[in-house]
């Protein structure tokens, strides 16, 4: 079984200003990492990913994340962040050996990041 | 390229009616997913069809069917609609159903019902 916890709800943030979305997960396997952004009225779409290699990915729009294994976390984050990044925000984890029937990807609940002027 | 289609964008039912939401994606993907989204509940899975001529529960089908149409299109059902059903509805879909491969998802569907 696998979980993803996004720690914050709501995370807001002045323009130009850092911001760092954390996301810890659980799973009995080795796992694939995704960070999915939804803008307003809109589906979601992969932000970045981590499959393996480097554990610091870098994703559109600026925006990177680490993986920390031993610490089971997958933390995002821009060094300044722009009104344009107001959306939600969600981690989610997919077993390293799932696949067909098996395959499942697991979201966490989401942290909406309101940047403000 | 269109990707993945939904359709109708919005709805409103009253309790007991029926109806069925469309998607229909031209990528060529194997798996497709229906999700609801609420809020502070995250994304959660309603059914899922892995390929062609397959559909598996996920973790909240009471309430649903599904039909696997063809490779293209996945429909999701709601036979009698009730209040708990209000949500925003996601069709998504994957080359593979494999763990490295990325879900690419519709524009969303939001259902009220009344």
């Known amino acids: 079984a696998q979980s993803v916890t996004q720690l914050d709800s709501q995370v807001p943030v002045f323009e130009e200003a850092p911001v760092e979305l954390r996301c810890n997960y659980s799973s009995s396997v080795s796992v694939y990492l995704f960070w999915y952004v939804q803008y307003p009225n809109q589906g979601l779409q992969l932000l970045l990913k981590y499959l393996s290699g480097s554990t610091l990915v870098k994703g559109i729009n600026g925006f990177e994340a680490e993986f920390n294994k031993s610490q089971t976390s997958f933390h995002l984050r821009k060094p300044s962040v722009h009104i344009s990044d107001t959306a939600e925000y969600f981690c989610?984890?997919?077993?390293?050996?799932?696949?067909?029937?098996?395959?499942?990807?697991?979201f966490g609940k989401g942290t909406l990041l309101t940047v403000n002027p | 390229n269109a990707g993945v289609t939904q359709t109708p964008k919005f709805q409103v039912l009253k309790t007991g009616q029926s109806m069925t939401l469309q998607c229909a994606q031209d990528m060529n993907h194997n798996s497709m997913y229906w999700y609801r989204q609420d809020p502070g509940m995250g994304l959660r899975l309603i059914y899922y069809?892995?390929?062609?001529?397959?559909?598996d529960k996920g973790e909240v089908p009471n309430g649903y069917n599904v039909s696997r149409l063809n490779k293209r299109e996945f429909s999701l059902r709601l036979e009698s609609a009730a209040p708990s059903q209000t949500s925003v509805y996601f069709c998504a879909s994957i080359r593979g159903a494999s763990g490295a491969n990325v879900l690419t998802f519709g524009a969303g569907s939001r259902l009220t019902v009344l």
């Open positions: 069809s892995a390929s062609e001529g397959t559909t």
């Open positions: 989610a984890v997919s077993a390293f050996n799932s696949g067909g029937s098996n395959y499942k990807l697991t």
